[in-house]
């Protein structure tokens, strides 16, 4: 009979090289591995470190700054997903502009925030637009139903970023990538293997207790090969084209710009903005918004953990004065945020 082949916990469990770190590029994936308890079968050696995974926690401070702008001196409507309410801007967070007499709502979808317009003709109304390519075919979908429907009063604030300088500004704080499913389905698998080209290694995941056991397993066995590799261990979902019609759509509505990201600071064309032909509903063109800087708490290390430098516990405001209920960084407040999990699933 041969040698029974160990299974993927069992590859993972008995890993006894070199440190070996691996970092999640997915808010989700960081929080499933939490629930799923697999952190508590990993070596000493082994590390998993969460990235740039979560829109909301990448967001800078200087958007929420524009947004409260928006909604106190401009007197807009502000539609949101519920995650950024409370991130914490220079002065306000949307929930405080909210007590100050700001109207904010909390929709779904943007389609939510247009249906809203519709309805509500006198108020202009502005979705904050945040996210990776997997959520920014919905704002593009809004904006061309707002042009349909010939809303004048729908607009787009907009701080949509896009994955490959992430990677490349990250390429040198983990051995692996651990690379989130969702954005790669609508991408596609070229990104991750020109990255192997680079020198970058890294595996597509799901997000079931067996697809991210696999992957990591893969990524181990794959690592002892000692050269870059990329493997797509999430194809039921992730095809080698990702959704084309999606990826039109974006490059229909959307030129590439620079753009700031939360503890990455500006990198170069890795953020979208509505092309010219639709300024009408571009929330900054149309109110001609100043340039704003924001000032994040300085004692906060949510850019240190967004690029694996420290752990959440690692922070002296961690589950003392930041907390779910009392945030003083985006990295606590968003449901897929990095010291969310650590303190929903270890303190």
């Known amino acids: 009979m041969g040698t029974k082949k160990p299974c993927a916990q069992e590859i993972i469990s008995s890993y006894d090289g070199p440190r070996l770190r691996i970092m999640e590029t997915c808010g989700t994936h960081t929080h499933e591995i939490f629930r799923l308890g697999i952190r508590t079968i990993l070596p000493p050696n082994l590390e998993l470190i969460s990235g740039p995974g979560c829109p909301v926690c990448v967001t800078p401070v200087s958007f929420i700054d524009e947004a409260v702008m928006l909604a106190l001196e401009y007197g807009t409507t502000i539609c949101t997903f519920g995650d950024l309410v409370r991130v914490p801007g220079t002065r306000y967070s949307l929930a405080a502009a909210r007590a100050q007499g700001a109207n904010i709502r909390i929709v779904y979808a943007p389609l939510d925030a247009v249906s809203y317009a519709k309805k509500h003709p006198h108020e202009s109304v ?20 707002a042009a349909a429907e010939e809303l004048t009063n729908f607009s787009l604030l907009t701080a949509n970023k896009t994955m490959p300088g992430a990677y490349r500004a990250l390429k040198d704080s983990a051995d692996i990538f651990l690379y989130p499913g969702h954005v790669h389905a609508i991408t596609g698998t070229a990104l991750c293997e020109e990255m192997v080209k680079e020198g970058v290694s890294g595996v597509i995941a799901g997000f079931t207790a067996d ?7 893969v990524a181990i066995v794959r690592h002892w090969e000692g050269r870059p590799f990329f493997v797509n261990c999430y194809p039921r979902v992730v095809r080698p084209e990702g959704n084309p019609k999606a990826v039109a759509l974006m490059d229909t509505m959307m030129d590439r710009c620079d753009s700031e990201w939360r503890g990455l600071g500006c990198i170069a064309d890795s953020g979208m903005r509505l092309k010219d032909e639709f300024a009408a509903f571009d929330a900054r063109r149309r109110f001609h918004l100043p340039p704003v800087t924001g000032h994040a708490n300085p004692a906060c290390r949510c850019g240190d953990i967004l690029q694996g430098k420290c752990r959440p516990c690692d922070c002296t405001l961690f589950g003392k004065t930041c907390t779910p209920e009392h945030p003083i960084g985006a990295c606590m407040v968003s449901n897929e945020g990095a010291c969310s999990a650590w303190f929903q699933y270890s303190v």
């Open 126 to 145: 502005v979705f904050l637009s945040v996210g990776f390519e997997t959520t920014t075919p919905a704002s593009c979908l809004s904006v061309r139903l």
């Open 211 to 217: 697809e991210i056991l696999t992957a990591l397993a």
